[in-house]
């Protein structure tokens, strides 16, 4: 896995070794970066299930300003880590050995918020509703944040779940981004949302 565009294009990602994680695809990667393209510039990314960081990985180096990652795994927290080292990016990256529930509940206490939460949870769980309705309270979510939930296309996740509310889908064969925006915005319109605040 390698970096595909940005500051740190072309370098190599290490992966953990085994089915425990799974890592996004390239052409998901590439997609949900041009996604959110407009909104990476400063922004502060939330990656939960984030295996060996290739997601917020990515985003640093297309200019989001900082980075939490959290993942269960020791294996791919290993990896993740030797990345961040790789990469030079340890001042604007937090890694975090956790469960997603509990690091969300921690990371509320802490008072963080993010403009940008990304989630990839393993695909035999029920963790996508779990996460989306643990971020749906907004307490660690900027305002307009944008949240994107990647699924079996079969599991489509609720179009709300709190303050969340989904506007738009991309699908990559048995793959889905969901793409959810947090507060006051209008789902059903077609008229680009303001970046959030960060």
Do not use: C
């Not at 917020?56 to 993942?71: D, I, K, N, P, Y």
Request: no cysteine; glycine share 10%; proline share 6%.
């Amino acid at each position: 896995m390698r970096i595909i565009a940005g500051a740190y294009k072309g370098k190599r990602l290490v992966t953990p070794r085994g089915k425990v994680t799974r890592p996004t695809a390239d052409q998901v990667r590439i997609a949900l970066m041009d996604t959110l393209m407009p909104w990476l510039p400063g922004a502060r990314l939330l990656d939960l299930f984030a295996g060996a960081g290739g997601v917020g990985l990515e985003a640093l180096s297309r200019g989001a300003a900082h980075a939490t990652f959290v993942e269960r795994d020791a294996r791919a927290v290993a990896a993740l880590r030797e990345n961040v080292a790789a990469l030079g990016v340890a001042p604007a990256a937090r890694v975090v050995r956790d469960d997603v529930v509990r690091a969300i509940a921690s990371l509320r206490r802490e008072g963080e918020r993010f403009g940008l939460v990304f989630l990839d949870p393993p695909y035999d769980t029920d963790l996508t509703a779990a996460t989306l309705d643990a971020l749906g309270d907004g307490v660690l979510l900027a305002d307009g944040a944008l949240v994107v939930a990647q699924h079996l296309t079969k599991l489509a996740p609720a179009g709300v779940a709190g303050v969340l509310a989904a506007f738009r889908t991309r699908r990559f064969g048995e793959t889905t981004l969901t793409f959810f925006r947090a507060g006051g915005y209008d789902a059903q319109s077609t008229t680009k949302p303001e970046p959030p605040a960060v």
